[in-house]
């Protein structure tokens, strides 16, 4: 049964950092890129991030390029997302999912947690 858990959010000030992880008890991570959407209140899924199991090879939205840092580590399983600087504007529920190589789409998500999420005051 495919399992992915989310921990890391909080409240945290503008300019501030925090760093998401996605711990996958199964297998998933290896058979899908993994990635990472949010939905803020009253708004829709938004990719955030993604990255190739495999290869290492990220992709970023333009709303976070050079803020966050996708990564992960094959010994625990797990996948990271280090938020630096973050703005009033990032403030959402983050959802570590997984994904097919083709698409960016929420609706082709395979797989999704239960979200963390992450405040940043002004």
């Known amino acids: 049964q495919v399992q992915l858990v989310e921990s890391g959010g909080g409240l945290v000030q503008a300019g501030g950092s925090l760093r998401l992880s996605c711990v996958d008890s199964?297998?998933?991570?290896?058979?899908?890129?993994m990635g990472w959407f949010r939905q803020a209140p009253g708004k829709e899924h938004r990719f955030v991030a993604r990255?190739?199991?495999?290869?290492?090879?990220?992709y970023y939205a333009d709303s976070v390029k050079g803020r966050f840092t996708i990564s992960r580590d094959h010994r625990e399983n797990t996948m990271y997302l280090q938020m630096n600087n973050l703005k009033p504007e990032d403030t959402a529920v983050y959802f570590c999912?997984?994904?097919?190589?083709?698409?960016?789409?929420?609706?082709?998500?395979?797989?999704w947690g239960q979200g963390t999420w992450v405040t940043v005051s002004s």
């Open positions: 199964g297998t998933t991570f290896t058979s899908y890129d």
């Open positions: 990255i190739n199991w495999s290869s290492g090879a990220t």
């Open positions: 999912a997984a994904l097919p190589g083709w698409s960016d789409d929420f609706a082709d998500v395979r797989y």
